[in-house]
C-alpha cells in the first residue's frame, strides 16, 4: 500500500507544479509561466523549484512542455532533490478554466525520481505539499497519466525501514475525477520484479483524507502472484487497510520479506486471508490454505512500530507434511521427488559413503537479533517421513532478544511421543544450545513396519524410552554437534531382534558378519537393551550398553565421536545356564557413519578385548533397575536388572 501513498504524494506534488503554469496562462506566455512557478512557487511551498527549459503549444488541448524539472528536499532529508522530473508533458482544455475546473486529457512524466522520508524526530519531508493537497481546494481532473523509467524511494529516518520501488512504465485512466481509476504498471519493487493491473478508487478520494477508499489489483512479485481486493479508510496514512489478499507462487519468503517479515524458504504455497493495517500493525486474519502439501488455518500479527519487529503466528493444520518445515532448520523444501529421481538420489548416496554424513547448515543467527516472535501450530495429522508413521504434532516457539525457545515440541509416533524443549541462546561471542528430549513408549514394530528398511530391520519389536539432555555451542550444526556434551540414556524392552541382527551377536562367525542366517528359526527374544552414554566435546562413551535375550547377555564399551562422524565399540555376548549357544564371539564396529564395518574377533583380539574392557566378569549394574525413561515400570528391563542376571557360563573369553 505504500505504492500507492508514494504515486498520490508525487502526483499531488507534480499537479500543484502543473496547476501554477496553467494559472498563468491568463497572463501570459511560458517565460511568464516558468518565472511564476520557479520564484512564487519556491516561496509558496519554502522548497526550491527549477526548471531548466518550458515551451507552451496553444490550441485545444494546451499543450506544456518542461525538461529537468527539480524539487528540492528538506533541509534535514538525505538527498538535496524530492522530486526530479528529466521530461513532462501536461495536456490541458482550455474550455475547463472557464469554469475553474482544471481538466488534463495527459500527463506524461518520463525519468522522474522522488524520495519520500521522515527524519530521526518525525518530520516529513512531504508535509508542505501534502497540506496544501488535503486542502479545501478543488482536485484536477488527469484523464490519463503514463510515467516511465521511475523511481519511488521512502526511507522512516526513526525505524531506518526503506521501500524502493522503480516504474519501468505506468498508466492511470479515469473518464472523470469521480471515476475509478484504471491502474496498470511493472516495475520492481524492493529488488523483485513486479506487474499489476486493477481499479483504485477516485483521484480526489486518493489526493483526500475521506474513506473508504476502494483497492482491487491483480498483480506478480518475483514468482508470486498477488489479488488484492478492499478498502483503505486513509491512503496517505499509516491505518485503516482493510483488504482480502489471495496470495501464491514459488516461495511466500520473497513477499513476506518485501514488509519487512523474516521467514524461512517455503515451498510452493496458496494462502488467502484478510489483511488489516493499523499504524504500524498488519494482521493477517481468517488464514487459510496451503504450503506444499500442507494444509493451515489461523492468524499473523507483525508489529513493525517497535525497534524489534514483533511477529506472532498461531496457526493449525489438518494435514502437515514435515518435508514442507525443512526451510527451517536450512534445507532446501521442494515437492516429492518421482521414484526415477528418488531412485537415481539413493543411488548417488550409496556411492558416496566416505563424505560426511552431518551437513554443514548455518544457524540463523543474525535472524533471530532481528525480530521477537511467538509461533504456535497444531497438527491434528502428519504425513509419514521417510515411511515413519508419525501421527500428530505440536510445536510452540518463541524468539526474545535473540533467544529461540522451541517449548513444547511433541510428535506422535507409533504410538509413542517424542517430547522436546530446546532453547539456542544467538548472543554473545560463542552461540549456546541447551535442550531436553524424551522418548515415551514407542513401539518399534509399528514404527518400522511401513518404513523404507530391510525386512530383517522390519522383524525388530519392542518398546522404546530414552531421555536426552544436552548443551553445545556454536552457528552451524555441525559445529553443534562436534562440540556436544551432555547425557543420553535409551531402552528397547520386551521385543525381538531380527534374524541377521541377532545372528551377529549370538551366532558363529560366519553369523555374526551377518553372512548366515539360520533358516526355520524364531526371532531373538530380547529382554531388555540399555545404552547409556557421557558426552564431552562431541564424543559418546558408552557408561552402560547392555543386551539380554532368552540366551545371552551381551555387554558393550566404546565410543561415538560424532564430530569426526566415527564409531569404536566393542561388543562381547555371554550365552546363558542352559543356552544351547556355547560359544559367544566378540567383534567391534569400527569406521565413519557412512560406512560402519563389523571387525569379528581374531587371535589375541578377545583377549585383549577382554583385559581392556573386562568383558569375562561383567555384570548387568543392579542400579540400573531404578530408570524408566518412558518404557513405565513394570517392563522387562526392570525385571531383568533387578533380579541382577548373572553373566552365565561357557563364554569364550578368557579367564
Not at 478492499?230 to 482480502?244: S, Y
Not at 558393550?556 to 561388543?571: A, C, F, M, Q
Request: proline share 6%; glycine share 12%.
Amino acid at each position: 500500500m505504500r505504492f500507492l501513498k508514494f504515486l498520490a504524494l508525487g502526483l499531488a506534488g507534480v499537479v500543484l507544479v502543473a496547476g501554477a503554469a496553467v494559472a498563468a496562462l491568463s497572463l501570459g506566455g511560458a517565460p511568464l509561466i516558468r518565472a511564476l512557478i520557479e520564484h512564487q512557487g519556491s516561496t509558496f511551498f519554502g522548497r526550491q523549484i527549477r526548471i531548466e527549459t518550458l515551451t507552451l503549444s496553444w490550441g485545444r488541448p494546451t499543450r506544456i512542455v518542461a525538461e529537468h524539472v527539480t524539487v528540492a528536499n528538506a533541509t534535514w532529508g538525505s538527498s538535496p532533490i524530492m522530486l526530479g522530473i528529466g521530461h513532462l508533458e501536461v495536456e490541458i482544455e482550455p474550455a475547463a478554466l472557464l469554469t475553474l475546473k482544471l481538466t488534463m486529457p495527459q500527463l506524461v512524466l518520463d525519468k522522474a525520481s522522488l524520495i519520500l522520508e521522515t527524519s530521526a524526530d518525525g518530520k516529513k519531508n512531504w508535509a508542505p505539499f501534502a497540506a496544501v493537497a488535503s486542502g479545501g481546494a478543488q482536485h484536477p481532473h488527469i484523464a490519463r497519466l503514463t510515467i516511465s523509467n521511475g523511481t519511488f524511494r521512502y526511507h522512516n529516518g526513526e525505524t531506518g525501514a526503506e521501500t524502493n520501488v522503480a516504474a519501468s512504465g505506468l498508466v492511470a485512466e479515469a473518464l472523470d475525477g469521480r471515476s475509478p481509476i484504471h491502474v496498470s504498471a511493472k516495475g520492481t519493487f524492493q529488488g523483485d520484479p513486479f506487474a499489476l493491473e486493477g481499479e483504485v478508487g477516485a483521484i480526489a478520494q486518493l489526493q483526500g483524507t475521506a474513506g473508504p477508499y476502494p483497492v482491487k489489483l491483480k498483480g506478480s512479485l518475483g514468482a508470486n502472484d498477488v489479488a488484492i481486493d478492499g478498502m483503505i479508510d486513509d491512503p496517505l496514512a499509516k491505518q485503516g487497510l482493510d483488504v482480502r489478499v489471495d496470495l501464491n507462487g514459488q516461495d511466500i519468503q520473497d513477499v513476506l520479506a518485501t514488509l519487512g517479515v523474516p521467514i524461512p524458504k517455503m515451498p510452493i504455497y496458496r494462502l488467502r486471508a484478510q489483511l488489516h493495517r493499523d499504524d504500524q500493525v498488519w494482521r493477517l486474519d481468517d488464514l487459510t490454505g496451503r504450503v506444499g502439501a500442507s494444509l493451515l488455518a489461523g492468524s499473523i500479527l507483525v508489529d513493525a512500530g517497535p525497534e524489534v519487529p514483533y511477529i506472532r503466528a498461531d496457526l493449525t493444520s489438518s494435514f502437515l507434511d514435515l518435508a514442507d518445515l525443512k526451510g527451517l532448520y536450512g534445507g532446501e523444501p521442494s515437492g516429492p521427488p518421482s521414484s526415477r529421481a528418488e531412485e537415481n538420489r539413493t543411488s548417488a548416496a550409496a556411492g558416496k559413503k566416505s563424505g560426511p554424513v552431518i551437513p554443514e547448515v548455518r544457524l540463523p543467527v543474525a535472524e533471530l537479533r532481528g525480530f521477537n516472535a511467538d509461533f504456535s501450530l497444531e497438527a491434528s495429522k502428519v504425513k509419514p517421513t521417510a515411511g515413519l508413521p508419525f501421527e500428530h504434532f505440536t510445536l510452540g516457539a518463541s524468539v526474545k532478544d535473540g533467544t529461540l525457545r522451541l517449548k513444547p515440541v511433541r510428535l506422535a509416533v507409533a504410538r509413542g511421543e517424542l517430547a522436546a524443549d530446546l532453547e539456542y541462546r544467538s548472543r554473545g561471542m560463542s552461540p549456546q544450545f541447551l535442550g531436553n528430549i524424551a522418548v515415551h513408549h514407542i513401539d518399534l514394530a509399528k514404527l518400522l513396519a511401513p518404513a523404507a528398511v530391510s525386512n530383517s530391520l522390519k522383524k525388530i519389536a519392542g518398546i522404546v524410552g530414552g531421555t536426552a539432555t544436552l548443551h553445545s555451542e556454536g552457528t552451524s550444526q555441525r559445529q553443534l554437534l562436534s562440540g556436544l556434551g551432555g547425557e543420553i540414556a535409551l531402552f528397547i524392552a520386551g521385543g525381538r531382534l531380527g534374524q541377521i541382527m541377532g545372528s551377529a551377536f549370538e551366532s558363529n562367525l560366519a553369523e555374526a558378519l551377518g553372512l548366515v542366517a539360520k533358516k526355520d528359526e524364531p526371532p531373538h527374544r530380547v529382554n531388555c537393551l540399555i545404552g547409556r552414554f557421557n558426552i564431552a566435546s562431541g564424543v559418546a562413551t558408552a557408561k552402560t550398553l547392555l543386551l539380554d535375550t532368552t540366551d545371552s547377555i551381551v555387554v558393550g564399551k566404546g565410543n561415538i565421536d560424532i564430530g569426526r562422524e566415527t564409531l569404536s565399540l566393542d561388543v562381547k555376548p555371554y550365552p546363558k545356564k542352559g543356552s544351547k549357544r556355547r560359544i559367544g564371539v566378540p567383534f567391534a564396529i569400527r569406521g565413519s557413519f557412512a560406512g560402519p564395518q563389523v571387525d569379528v574377533g581374531k587371535v589375541g583380539l578377545i583377549k585383549r578385548l577382554g583385559a581392556a574392557v573386562g568383558l569375562v566378569d561383567e555384570t548387568p549394574p543392579g542400579a540400573l533397575s531404578q530408570l524408566d525413561a518412558g518404557v513405565g515400570e513394570k517392563n522387562s528391563c526392570s525385571d531383568v536388572f533387578r533380579r541382577g542376571a548373572p553373566v552365565g557360563q561357557g563364554s569364550s573369553g578368557p579367564r
